[in-house]
T-cell receptor, first 115, second 111 residues
């Protein structure tokens, strides 16, 4: 296992288009997290899953944002009708719910640019 | 969640020891202190975690005073590759814990 993988690494899209990002967690990790990071700021939590259940989604930035993890393995984050303010790095992390503290592994992120 | 305060930026030179202090005045009894490192265009990476006194690993040391209202990440003999943003996080390691990041400290190591 090579860690948390995110695809694509970079995405340029026109305002108003929909985009979808994929995250493949470490295979034995049952928790998966999505974060957004803008320039000069720390990662901002968006949502997380335990297996296929989305346990927290109130921090998603708007109803244009949605996430799925249909089989409890990979996850997708979709942004509909993108806006220039959505330009950011989108990070995924995974962990084992039973392992505390230091068990969070982040991917390298997907950098979204909305033009 | 306990609020953390750390310097926005720091400068150092190769070979020096760097100490980054984080304040967390309202840390709770069950909270642990965790530090992450982030390079440009990469996700954060776990460095070290502690509850009290001193913790040391192959990368860094973490000093936590008895009152636990602050902590200091110590990087021995930094090199250019230690240039990164360092985040201090405080939280209960229980099942509902979600890593919550502030702005971090941008460390620049000069030749």
């Amino acid at each position: 296992d090579t860690g948390v993988s995110q695809d694509p690494r970079h995405k340029i899209t026109k305002r108003g288009q929909n985009v979808t990002f994929r995250c493949d967690p470490i295979s034995e990790h049952n928790r998966l997290y999505w974060y957004r990071q803008t320039l000069g700021q720390g990662p901002e939590f968006l949502t997380y899953f335990q297996n296929e259940a989305q346990l927290e989604k109130s921090r998603l930035l708007s109803d244009r944002f949605s996430a799925e993890r249909p089989k409890g393995s990979f996850s997708t984050l979709e942004i509909q009708r993108t806006e220039q303010g959505d330009s950011a790095m989108y990070l995924c992390a995974s962990s084992l719910a039973e392992v505390r503290g230091d068990g969070y592994t982040f991917g390298s992120g997907t950098r979204l640019t909305v033009v | 969640l306990a609020k953390t305060t750390q310097p926005i930026s720091m400068d150092s030179y190769e070979g020096q020891e760097v100490n980054i202090t984080c304040s967390h005045n309202n840390i709770a009894t069950n909270d642990y202190i965790t530090w992450y490192q982030q390079f440009p265009s990469q996700g954060p990476r776990f460095i070290i975690q502690g509850y009290k006194t001193k913790v040391t690993n192959e990368v860094a040391s973490l000093f936590i005073p008895a009152d636990r209202k602050s902590s200091t990440l110590s990087l021995p003999r930094v090199s250019l590759s230690d240039t990164a943003v360092y985040y201090c996080l405080v939280g209960d390691r229980g099942g509902s814990y979600i890593p919550t990041f502030g702005r971090g400290t941008s460390l620049i190591v000069h030749p």
